[in-house]
């Protein structure tokens, strides 16, 4: 059993100056630990920058669209986004996109899962479920017609995704949610 | 895990920041500093709870901030270079009554912030201090100048 009441003779091991207790001051760290605060300086404004500029989402270098190669769907979206975080992806249709006052979007399990869709705004009227996405179906009369989905992404990665109008040609693109 | 690895990231972001930010005489805290510290722990603490407001996430995260401290703390009695990493030196700010100008500068110390911890320590004038030391907990320790 240890000795609780272990005990050392005290040495006086504190370093002298002329007699006097030294200090401790370390100038040549100390130096190079000022070269490191202006490295951190440099990369934390460069963070601010870059986070203005969109790099980290919510910002001009984030937003992104794409037109399907039939002029049906145009998307909007942000192609950086950040976990759990609420964002708007904006799909608005083309005149073919509406057939007999219907639209019938399909959309990948992608962005129902990875990327949180949280809310299809308008509701629509009918949801199918498939085997590797849904389809919506809206009432529509004539152009523009947009539909918004709110996503709020769950986790970081990259999520490839695909939304069409069915029988048209669909559009694909990746977004990248951060941390 | 993720709440876990947040809290113990986040902490150690907390003390890179906070190092780097700078020691500042700690009787001296100035409004904006206590502005700093508050609302750095308020950001903090959103980023790194998130949305797992239970109690259960807070137990872990509290132990890993613990634990991460007690691992800094660990690491400083072994070592004196993590301590001097972690903590800094003791830095000279006023000597043989010369001011290290570069010192004040870079540690963003003014003639002020000396002159008001020596009248805490019952020196009235410049003339009095032998030497000002900024301390590795930020306060200014002053000694007499020896007659």
């Known amino acids: 059993m240890a000795n609780e009441f272990a005990t050392k003779p005290v040495e006086d091991s504190i370093a002298r100056v002329n007699g006097e207790v030294a200090v401790g001051e370390d100038l040549d760290f100390q130096r190079k630990w000022w070269r490191f605060e202006n490295g951190a300086w440099i990369v934390f404004s460069l963070i601010i920058i870059l986070d203005l500029a969109g790099l980290f989402g919510r910002g001009p270098l984030a937003k992104a669209e794409r037109r399907s190669s039939d002029g049906t769907l145009d998307v909007k979206y942000e192609r950086i986004e950040r976990t759990d975080s609420p964002s708007i992806l904006t799909m608005q249709f083309g005149a073919q996109a509406i057939q007999d006052g219907k639209i019938k979007l399909y959309i990948s399990q992608s962005l129902v899962k990875g990327l949180g869709t949280q809310r299809v705004i308008p509701e629509p009227e009918i949801t199918t479920v498939g085997k590797a996405g849904l389809t919506y179906t809206f009432s529509a009369s004539e152009p523009p017609a947009s539909v918004d989905l709110a996503l709020e992404p769950s986790g970081p990665g990259i999520y490839d995704f695909v939304v069409g109008v069915v029988g048209a040609q669909p559009v694909h693109a990746k977004i990248f949610v951060v941390p | ?147």
């Open chain 2, 1 to 147: 895990m993720a709440a876990v690895l947040r809290a113990f990231f986040g902490y150690l972001f907390l003390v890179l920041v906070v190092r780097i930010v700078g020691r500042r005489p700690g009787k001296q805290l100035t409004p904006f500093e206590f502005v700093l510290v508050f609302f750095i722990g308020g950001l903090a603490l959103t980023a790194i709870v998130g949305n797992e407001a239970s109690f259960t996430n807070g137990i872990c995260q509290i132990v890993t901030m613990g634990l991460a401290h007690y691992t800094l703390a660990w690491g400083r009695s072994k070592s004196s270079r993590f301590a001097r990493l972690v903590d800094g030196t003791p830095l000279i700010l006023l000597e043989k009554q010369n001011w290290r100008v570069n010192t004040l500068r870079r540690m963003r110390i003014k003639n002020d912030d000396v002159i008001a911890s020596a009248r805490d320590s019952g020196i009235g004038t410049l003339q009095e201090i032998g030497q000002a030391v900024l301390e590795r907990n930020g306060e200014i320790s002053i000694s007499a100048r020896a007659e």
